[in-house]
């Protein structure tokens, strides 16, 4: 799988946006970008995933770069809720494929009241 | 509808012996993936199990082995545990169609004394 890297850690404010990047710089043509998050003491949650236009969910929007190198997920609000460890991954999309997900070391974020 | 179920939530067991430990699925998903947490490694993937069949495997001893039943419930066994085994065992349940999200349990803390 392809290697992604995010910063370590990152502090936002309540009710702020938060910008959390994510460089894939070896990604393929049709490597998917999925984001899940850990909250403390909870497995992964899926936030959302996109291929090649900007995305947008209830939760999230992903914003990926025009030559797919690195993509940003947006968090237009921050709560207190959404601290948590956040990871960048890439998945090809072959259908029927194993379900493995290769997570890296993430971005622990932390929202500041 | 009700998400992934791991039992039990907590596990304390000595060196040699050995452990199942198990997941229930959302109805209707039949892809079974399970990982390994612990926070010098993050998250491992062990193997996937889609129609009681082990269709990818990641890179751990044989000592690590799971299984799928009909409905879909699967179970991943540890035989002569090792101290180093202590982690949380996450599963994860998806459905059939191309790219879908994971959905993760909270997970099986083991502690291995």
């Known amino acids: 799988d392809a290697k992604t890297t995010q910063p370590n850690s990152m502090e936002s404010n309540e009710e702020e946006p938060v910008h959390l990047p994510c460089n894939h710089s070896?990604?393929?043509?049709?490597?998917?970008i999925h984001w899940y998050r850990q909250l403390p003491s909870q497995g992964p949650e899926y936030v959302i995933h996109?291929?090649?236009s900007n995305v947008n969910n209830r939760m999230a929007s992903l914003a990926i770069a025009e030559d797919r190198k690195s993509s940003t997920l947006i968090l237009h609000r921050a709560t207190l809720r959404d601290a948590a460890v956040y990871y960048c991954?890439?998945?090809?999309?072959?259908?029927?494929?194993?379900?493995?997900?290769?997570f890296g070391s993430g971005t622990q974020l932390t929202v500041l009241p | 509808k009700a998400g992934v179920t791991q039992t039990p939530r907590y596990l304390i067991k000595t060196r040699g012996q050995q452990v199942t430990l198990s997941c229930s699925p959302i109805?209707?998903?039949?892809?079974v993936s399970w990982y390994q947490q612990t926070p010098g490694q993050g998250l491992q993937f062990l193997f996937e199990?889609?129609?009681?069949?082990?269709?990818n495997k990641g890179n751990f001893p044989g000592r690590f082995s799971g299984r799928q039943f009909s409905n879909s419930r699967s179970e991943m066994n540890v035989s002569t545990l090792e101290l180093g085994d202590s982690a949380l065992y996450l599963c994860?349940?998806?459905?059939?169609?191309?790219?879908?999200?994971?959905?993760f349990g909270s997970g099986t803390q083991l502690s291995v004394l």
């Open positions: 991954i890439l998945r090809l999309p072959t259908s029927g494929s194993a379900r493995q997900l290769t």
């Open positions: 996109g291929l090649t």
């Open positions: 199990y889609f129609s009681e069949t082990q269709r």
């Open positions: 070896t990604i393929s043509g049709t490597d998917y």
């Open positions: 994860a349940s998806s459905s059939t169609s191309n790219n879908e999200k994971l959905f």
């Open positions: 109805s209707g998903h039949r892809s």
